[in-house]
């Protein structure tokens, strides 16, 4: 499973390098994105995958599961090389 990068605050529950990698701002603008596979902004936050993690698992035939939007889906199929994409989408239970 991919750990994405993310400019938002990191939440109570939430385990640094577990769940995001947790980043200011200023790092996502100066460079960052150039390390990363993918990037988006969702509600006002910069959102992406760091791309070395990527290519290393990928380098030993391996895939990589990406817990991933709809926009970031978008910014990876216009990428060469992603020929193959498989989408799960959960809905929220109703409430009772």
């Avoid at 938002?8 to 390390?35: I, L, P, T």
């Avoid at 596979?37 to 290519?55: I, L």
């Amino acid at each position: 499973m991919s750990v994405s990068v993310t400019t938002r605050s990191k939440r109570a529950n939430e385990v640094e390098g577990k769940d995001y990698f947790f980043v200011s701002r200023n790092v996502s603008r100066n460079g960052a994105r150039r390390r990363l596979s993918r990037t988006c902004h969702v509600f006002g936050n910069r959102y992406g995958t760091p791309a070395a993690a990527v290519e290393k698992v990928l380098a030993t035939g391996r895939d990589v599961l990406f817990d991933i939007d709809w926009q970031a889906l978008n910014s990876w199929r216009k990428r060469p090389g992603m020929t193959w994409f498989g989408c799960l989408s959960c809905r929220p239970r109703a409430a009772n």
